[in-house]
C-alpha cells in the first residue's frame, strides 16, 4: 500500500511561491501515476497537476498552467508541486494522490492527508 504525506504548506502574501511536496512511504510510488488535488471551502475538489509514473508526461489544470510545475525524484519517492505567482483563489487544502493510471478526475487510488496553502490578498 503506498502512503502519502504532503509538507510545504502554509500562509504566503500574494505573488509568492510555495514548493509542496509528497513524499511516498512504498516502493511501488515508483509505479504510480502522480497528482496533486485542491479543495477550497464549500468547493469540489478540483485537479491542478499530474505526472506519470515515468515522468516524461505532465498535465495541469487550467488555473496552474503557466505558473505550476510538478516533477518528481524517484530516487527520493518524493513528488513536487512549485507554484509560483501565487493568488488568493490558489488557497486550498491541497491533496497529493496516487493511482496505477494518470487520470484528471479524482477517481485516485491513494490519497494524502492534505495540507493547507493560504493565499493573503
Known amino acids: 500500500q503506498v502512503l502519502l504525506v504532503e509538507s510545504g504548506g502554509g500562509l504566503v502574501q500574494t505573488g509568492a511561491s510555495l514548493r509542496l511536496s509528497c513524499a511516498a512511504s512504498a516502493r511501488t510510488f515508483s509505479t504510480y501515476a502522480m497528482a496533486w488535488f485542491r479543495q477550497a471551502p464549500g468547493k469540489e475538489r478540483e485537479f491542478v497537476a499530474l505526472?506519470?509514473?515515468?515522468?516524461?508526461?505532465?498535465d495541469y489544470g487550467d488555473s496552474a498552467k503557466g505558473r505550476f510545475t510538478i516533477s518528481r525524484d524517484k530516487d527520493k519517492n518524493t513528488v513536487y508541486l512549485q507554484m509560483n505567482r501565487l493568488k488568493p483563489e490558489d488557497t486550498a487544502v491541497y491533496y497529493c494522490a496516487a493511482n496505477l493510471y494518470p487520470v484528471t478526475t479524482t477517481e485516485y487510488e491513494y490519497w494524502g492527508q492534505g495540507i493547507q496553502v493560504t493565499v493573503s490578498s
Open positions: 505526472i506519470s509514473w515515468t515522468g516524461s508526461s505532465t
